[in-house]
């Protein structure tokens, strides 16, 4: 009766006891450190507080407000000395976001015909782009700014410039490509172009959601838009136009220029990360089995089809995680654009900290923006990842 008794005591432990499993030493370890790191926080947030009134900074984010000292030389929207900071820092972050779209973009392209090159059978090419990755990856991305931006510099002035087909201009003044001009331009040419693009959206969500998109529908899709786009522009009112880049005077007049600065760092991002993604694709291409090629081609799938319908699918699965990171990394690395006086956010932001002395609001503002910048490429991939991963799935 009294081993019943112990036993029984055994299993229905009392009030203390529950409470101590509840509330072993590990929750109380973890509260510990948590209170620990806000009071560490609230010190160092105090104390930089307190050091910029002794200086005589009010903390606060007042100064977006105030009028900024400076110039901007090269920007996508308007900006003059006088502007808000606040304008200030929206142009450096434009400037960020336009070299990394454009050098995911061009480094994509030519990382993509690197992967597949290095595996052609042509022995000559294959060790061409082995050596290109070697070296690429193996220098410091620092050091490839600087041997752009001096290659820049060293083009001959523009009456000099180096020509190709009369349609691109390289001068010490920058890079002068054929630009595209719109006249007439109204809301109904916006709203017109808008509903295309939603529609062509829908079209795409639909045929993903019902995984019935082939590539040939898809393509054939796309010429449609493009197709309505043309006409949506003279049915609007619109025009568009070629604007060629012509020698005149002591300068290269229309088109669209690429400062030298410009150039440089879209130019050192491009060549970095098609290395890195050159070898991603020759991995994701690798990873496809034999048995896959060789089905395809019991099929009579010629290469190109082999390649574009086949083995590139099954491969994605494999290349866009990775690519992703590499995407992640050429907007950090864009940062580095201020070594070589392209007026990107990290420029502006240095510029704004020095003349405000809110060093600590601007450098909370630059974490910010990139944390966002990077989070939203990020869930844009990974949307990507998964429609990829849904449609590469052989055993479904």
């Given amino acids: ?61 007042g100064f977006l407000e105030r009028s900024a000292n400076f110039e901007i030389g090269e920007s996508v929207i308007a900006f ?42 042509n022995l000559l090419l294959a060790t061409l782009v082995r050596w290109y990755v070697e070296l690429i990856r193996n220098t410091p991305l620092l050091l490839q700014l600087f041997f752009w931006i001096a290659l820049a510099k060293s083009f001959p002035p523009p009456r000099q410039a ?43 969500y639909t045929a993903y959601r019902r995984r019935r998109l082939r590539s040939g529908n898809g393509l054939a899709a796309t010429f449609v838009l493009l197709a309505a786009a043309g006409a949506a522009f003279p049915a609007t009112g619109a025009t568009l136009s070629l604007d060629m880049p012509v020698l005149g005077g002591f300068n290269i007049r229309g088109g669209y220029s690429l400062t ?10 491009t060549v970095k990360f098609s290395a890195a993604i050159a070898e991603i694709v020759r991995a994701g291409i690798q990873s496809v089995s034999r048995g896959q090629w060789e089905a395809a081609r019991a099929l009579g799938l010629h290469p190109g089809q082999i390649m574009r319908l086949v083995v590139l699918p099954q491969a994605l699965r494999v290349i866009t995680p990775l690519i992703t990171s590499s995407y992640l990394d050429l907007t950090k690395d864009s940062s580095l654009a201020v070594a070589i006086g392209y007026p990107d956010l990290v420029s502006i932001i240095n510029t704004t900290a020095n003349t405000t002395g809110q060093s600590f609001e601007a450098l909370a503002i630059l974490i910010g923006i990139y944390l966002v910048l990077n989070l939203s490429v990020s869930a844009l991939m990974n949307v990507y990842n998964r429609r990829v991963a849904l449609r590469g799935d052989v055993s479904r």
């Fill in 162 to 204: 180096l020509s190709a087909f009369d349609a691109l201009f390289l001068s010490n003044r920058g890079v002068f490509v054929p630009g595209i001009i719109v006249d007439g331009f109204s809301s109904r040419t916006v709203l017109l172009l808008v509903a295309i693009a939603l529609s062509y959206g829908l079209y795409l």
């Fill in 260 to 269: 030298p600065e410009f150039a440089a760092l879209l130019a050192g991002l």
């Fill in 80 to 121: 003059k000395a006088g502007d808000l900071y606040v304008w200030a820092i929206l142009a450096g972050l434009i400037n960020t976001v336009k070299v990394a779209v454009f050098g995911c973009v061009l480094a994509t392209i030519l990382g993509v015909a690197l992967g597949v090159a290095g595996l052609s059978g």
């Fill in 1 to 61: 009766m009294a081993t019943t008794e112990i036993v029984l005591g055994r299993d229905r432990p009392g009030l203390l006891s529950r409470l101590a499993g509840w509330w072993g030493p590990r929750p109380f370890i973890q509260l510990a450190v948590f209170v620990a790191v806000v009071a560490l926080f609230w010190l160092l947030g105090a104390n930089v507080a307190d050091t910029m009134r002794r200086i005589g900074v009010t903390p606060g984010f």
